[in-house]
Antibody, heavy 121, light 107 residues
Framework: QVQLVQSGAEVRKPGASVRVSCKASGYSFTGYYIHWVRQAPGQGLEWMGWINPNSGGADYAQKFQGRVTMTRDTSITTAYMELSSLTSDDTAVYYC??????????????WGQGTLLTVSS | DIQLTQSPSSLSASVGDRVTITCRASERISTDLNWYQQKPGKAPKLLIYGASSLQTGVPSRFSGSGSGTDFTLTISSLQPEDFATYSCQQSYSSIQTFGQGTKVEIK
């Protein structure tokens, strides 16, 4: 079965960076885009970007351009999301998700369990 | 970026009620609109993709419709397990976006 297992909760100080991992199993890792979505406390879902694990190409929401980098390591079927220059506004649960459709972007069918990032001095 | 506006932001309904949530896009997105259900402390769950296709395993009381800029999610007979927050998402553009969410509460 498809599983996405994310790394554990993180605490960072303002100005720092964080890298969250998403270990995929149960399917062909290079066949499906991985999305990253975050949710601040009490707020709605916010799409951050996707990575194509086959090519390594990625696209990001304008809001995060220059501050987010999505990468992957196909040898260990793991995707990563790195966010820099953190502020308290980045405190949120971060989810990775696998696209429903093969080899294109679309809806997100499978989700990781979420990673809580707390940014506090 | 394409903006999605959901209405209402919240609603109160009773078990057995018919519930309709709307999602309006700031530009035409064909039928590239998806709906998710989320319960507190849990990851979202895909309900509808492509505006009207029911994801496998989702009860048939959920349905979606629309194209272009206006979309609806309908729950034909609200069940106790349906009290949750519902969000739309557009996948027309490479840069995707979510609506702000609609919280369905018990009346």
């Amino acid at each position: 079965q498809v599983q996405l297992v994310q790394s554990g909760a993180e605490v960072r100080k303002p100005g720092a960076s964080v890298r969250v991992s998403c270990k995929a199993s149960g399917y062909s890792f290079t066949g499906y885009y991985i999305h990253w979505v975050r949710q601040a406390p009490g707020q709605g879902l916010e799409w951050m970007g996707w990575i194509n694990p086959n090519s390594g190409g990625a696209d990001y929401a304008q809001k995060f351009q220059g501050r987010v980098t999505m990468t992957r390591d196909t040898s260990i079927t793991t995707a990563y999301m790195e966010l820099s220059s953190l502020t308290s506004d980045d405190t949120a649960v971060y989810y990775c998700g696998r696209d429903r459709h093969y080899s294109v972007w679309g809806s997100i069918l499978y989700w990781g369990q979420g990673t809580l990032l707390t940014v506090s001095s | 970026d394409i903006q999605l506006t959901q209405s209402p932001s919240s609603l109160s309904a009773s078990v057995g009620d018919r519930v309709t949530i709307t999602c309006r896009a700031s530009e035409r997105i064909s039928t590239d609109l998806n709906w998710y259900q989320q319960k507190p402390g849990k990851a979202p769950k895909l309900l509808i993709y492509g505006a009207s296709s029911l994801q496998t395993g989702v009860p048939s009381r959920f349905s979606g419709s629309g194209s272009g800029t206006d979309f609806t999610l309908t729950i034909s007979s609200l069940q106790p397990e349906d009290f949750a927050t519902y969000s739309c998402q557009q996948s027309y553009s490479s840069i995707q976006t979510f609506g702000q969410g609609t919280k369905v509460e018990i009346k």
